[in-house]
């Protein structure tokens, strides 16, 4: 399915959306910020700082198991 220009519809809005990973760095565990794309983009040392840094950069929060 395509939205427009040969735009597939799965990629609308892919600009706006992040997601957290749970890593182990330094034997602790610390929370990755990545874009939609898988692209890291921060890595931070409380949950809470991840979702507010994604919230900041007017990005949306995805949930993704």
């Excluded at 040969?6 to 990629?11: A, C, I, Q, R």
């Excluded at 890593?23 to 409380?46: C, S």
Aim: charged share 20%.
């Amino acid at each position: 399915l395509f939205l427009m220009r040969g735009v597939p519809v799965f990629t609308f809005g892919i600009n706006d959306v992040a997601y957290i990973r749970t890593i182990m760095e330094d034997g602790a565990e610390k929370y990755a910020v990545h874009a939609a794309d898988g692209t890291e983009l921060a890595v931070i040392d409380h949950l809470g700082q991840a979702i507010a840094t994604i919230q900041h950069n007017e990005l949306e929060v995805a949930s993704v198991h």
